[in-house]
């Protein structure tokens, strides 16, 4: 297992709420990633954070935005909810960024239903 | 948009055979990673291979690069049920790519 831990582990939000999801990376490691999964698919990129900056942004409203720390825990926030949102939302943190991405370390996920 | 495909989408094989999952990709890259994840769980990483390497060695997993058509290959060998998962390739591109770009997978079942 990874140190990166993840919370909550499930949750069930309806549409047009709001969601917070949390991410401790591991020790050491100051750049965190999230991705969605929606089932059957590969993980997409949401975006990277490094030293509290964003470091890269995939293809999301900007209604999802995060968040990193200090200490480098990391928050993913979702506003105005859509059924598509229903996914297996990852984090990852990686010891380095601002070049080119190497081992990305995961952590268990938070699995998001809307209804 | 997902950059990586792999190959088959699914695999079923019995314990002690070998499984051979392929990847390929569009557009050049800095780096390829294979991963696992059980259950629609956590991934775990099991190998990086550089643009610039054509095979490399991990245990029982072997992976070999082929930039000119642009496609990557993961040999697990003597199969185990333990190596039940779906697996993913995952690109990096050149110059400062921040992102992993995953494929949609290929879900590998061994029985014993």
């Known amino acids: 297992e990874t140190g990166v831990t993840q919370s909550p582990t499930h949750l069930i939000k309806t549409r047009g709420q709001q969601v917070t999801l949390r991410c401790s990376s591991q020790s050491g490691h100051n750049t965190v990633s999230w991705y969605q999964q929606a089932l059957g698919q590969g993980p997409q990129f949401i975006f990277q954070?490094?030293?509290?900056?964003?470091?890269g942004r995939g293809n999301f409203p900007p209604r999802f935005s995060g968040l990193q720390f200090p200490n480098y825990s990391s928050e993913l926030n979702v506003n105005a909810l859509e059924l598509d949102d229903s996914a297996l939302y990852l984090c990852?943190?990686?010891?380095?960024?601002?070049?080119?991405?190497?081992?990305?370390?995961f952590g268990p996920g938070t699995r998001l239903l809307v209804l | 948009s997902q950059q990586g495909e792999e190959d088959p989408q699914a695999l079923s094989i019995q314990e002690g055979e070998n499984a051979t999952m392929n990847c390929s990709y569009k557009t050049s890259i800095n780096n390829l990673q294979w991963y696992r994840q059980n259950s629609g769980r956590g991934l775990v990483h099991l190998i990086l291979?550089?643009?610039?390497?054509r095979e490399k060695h991990s245990g029982r997993l072997r992976v070999t690069l082929d930039t000119s058509k642009k496609s990557s290959s993961l040999l697990i060998t003597a199969s185990r049920a333990a190596d039940t998962a779906s697996y993913f390739c995952a690109t990096v591109l050149n110059q400062a790519g921040t992102a992993l770009i995953f494929g949609k997978g290929t879900t590998l079942s061994v029985s014993s």
């Open positions: 291979i550089r643009s610039n390497e």
């Open positions: 990852a943190s990686s010891p380095v960024a601002g070049g080119v991405q190497e081992t990305q370390y």
């Open positions: 954070y490094y030293r509290e900056e964003e470091n």
